[in-house]
């Protein structure tokens, strides 16, 4: 795939890929969608998401074939593919959210509530925080990380209990270590919001759309 001729398809919200493309100089289409149909075509998936993971799985379900042609084309084409927030807890096994819910199982894991050490440190994260690095990885290429590094924009009360280490990308602090990336192949999260984080989301969605798996 030509990164000039490639869709971008985003899932249902919007996000300020169509400036990080002009920007980076990219000539992506970028369709925001609920269409099915249009997903299975497109070179590249965003899957955002806010509020419960119960309710925003059975909300992807609900969008006839929806759940089926993200799956396809993540899965079986491995096409490029970013979860952000609840977009990116939605691909862990399970959340445990209110209820048992089944996600799409790519990366090992439940997501689980937010358990800081520290009693004053309040539920929800909102805010800002910085995010440490794992490993070296080409959506993270020209972005400063770690403790004076860029900081990335968090609202959330679970996240993703990641079973391998690997699968793992960076973490934030926040009482404790919270998964705010994960990475398998052609699949990327991240529990922040780009298209909230001013400079490193900017970066890291331009990354995204020049990133091949």
Same mark, same amino acid.
């Given at each position: 795939? $030509?990164?000039? +001729? ?9 996000? =300020? ?37 119960? +309710?925003? $799985? ?11 042609? &993200?799956? *396809? ?13 609840? %977009? ?8 445990? *959210?209110?209820? &048992? ?7 090992? %894991? +439940? ?7 520290? =009693?004053?440190?309040?539920? =929800?994260?909102?805010? @800002?925080?910085?995010? *440490? ?31 391998? =280490?690997? *699968? &793992?990308?960076?973490? $934030? +602090? ?13 699949? $990327? ?21 020049? @990133?091949?798996?």
């Amino acid at each position: 795939m $030509a990164i000039a +001729d490639g869709r971008i398809a985003a899932i249902d919200a919007y996000i =300020p890929f169509e400036r990080a493309a002009h920007e980076a100089g990219i000539a992506a289409a970028i369709d925001l969608t609920a269409d099915a149909e249009r997903v299975r075509t497109a070179d590249r998936i965003v899957l955002p998401g806010v509020g419960a993971y119960a +309710d925003c $799985a059975a909300g992807l379900r609900a969008v006839a074939g929806m759940w089926e042609a &993200v799956e *396809e084309v993540a899965i079986v084409k491995a096409r490029p593919f970013l979860g952000i927030c609840v %977009g990116m807890q939605l691909m862990s096994e399970r959340g445990l *959210e209110k209820t &048992v819910t089944t996600g799409f199982g790519w990366i090992a %894991g +439940d997501v689980k509530e937010i358990t800081p050490a520290d =009693p004053a440190l309040k539920i =929800p994260q909102i805010g @800002w925080n910085t995010i *440490e690095l794992t490993r070296k990885h080409p959506l993270f290429s020209g972005i400063p990380t770690g403790s004076k590094g860029l900081h990335a924009y968090f609202v959330h009360s679970y996240h993703l209990d990641a079973q391998k =280490p690997d *699968e &793992v990308l960076a973490i $934030a +602090d926040y009482g404790g270590p919270v998964t705010a990336a994960v990475i398998s192949d052609n699949l $990327a999260g991240t529990q922040f919001h780009p298209e909230k984080s001013q400079a490193l989301g900017l970066a890291l969605i331009t990354n995204f759309l020049r @990133w091949r798996p």
